[in-house]
């Protein structure tokens, strides 16, 4: 099963500082719609694991939070496209829960759900706490320089990254990459 594991906020939809609170405030970012389309006519699952905190913090509900999966659903939909599997932590941070990103155990719930190995599974956020979790559990880590992940373009990457961090520009730059390097390696196999 080929599947990739992206984060939501700064990845798929415009981060905001106030967090994103309402499927009005849902806002995709240019072209990572499409970019999930892409993945899913090349045979991948998409699945996302987000912290969500609003919840733990009483800024949304769970009926706001279910309305912006909705709109996610309805509008990949639209470009064809399709998010399997929605995986969150709505616990604060004080909760010291074990599915918060940096910690690995939303990418574990993945792993024992979907029945995969994660090792060399791509990931894909816009922050380092999204790369420490999915390196944690084994994943292969990608920054994109969206969202929080910005401060990190023209700089090298900061230290407390996972050494084998790659960086894309977005995540539409993030499926070229994952497409080219398919490709690559099928070229490879027939030659």
């Not at 990572?32 to 993945?39: F, N």
């Not at 769970?62 to 709109?71: D, E, G, I, Q, V």
């Not at 990457?157 to 995540?171: F, Q």
Request: one cysteine or more; proline letters at 7%; charged letters at 20%.
């Amino acid at each position: 099963m080929k599947i990739v594991i992206l984060d939501r906020n700064g990845t798929l939809n415009v981060h905001r500082e106030d967090f994103v609170k309402s499927d009005i405030e849902w806002t995709p970012l240019p072209g990572a719609l499409e970019a999930v389309a892409r993945l899913n006519h090349a045979g991948w699952h998409v699945v996302i694991a987000s912290n969500q905190s609003g919840l733990g913090r009483g800024l949304f509900d769970m009926a706001s939070l279910n309305a912006m999966h909705a709109k996610m659903h309805k509008m990949l939909a639209a470009v064809g496209g399709r998010v399997d599997a929605v995986f969150y932590c709505p616990h604060s941070p004080d909760e010291n829960c074990e599915c918060r990103k940096p910690k690995p155990g939303l990418f574990l719930q993945i792993a024992e759900r979907y029945g995969v190995d994660l090792a060399h599974v791509p990931t894909a956020g816009d922050s380092l706490r999204d790369m420490q979790a999915g390196a944690a559990a084994g994943c292969e880590p990608h920054l994109l320089l969206t969202g929080m992940g910005a401060a990190c373009r023209g700089v090298p990457l900061p230290p407390e990254y996972p050494p084998n961090t790659r960086v894309h520009e977005d995540l539409a730059a993030f499926v070229d990459f994952l497409l080219e390097r398919e490709e690559r390696n099928a070229s490879n196999l027939a030659a």
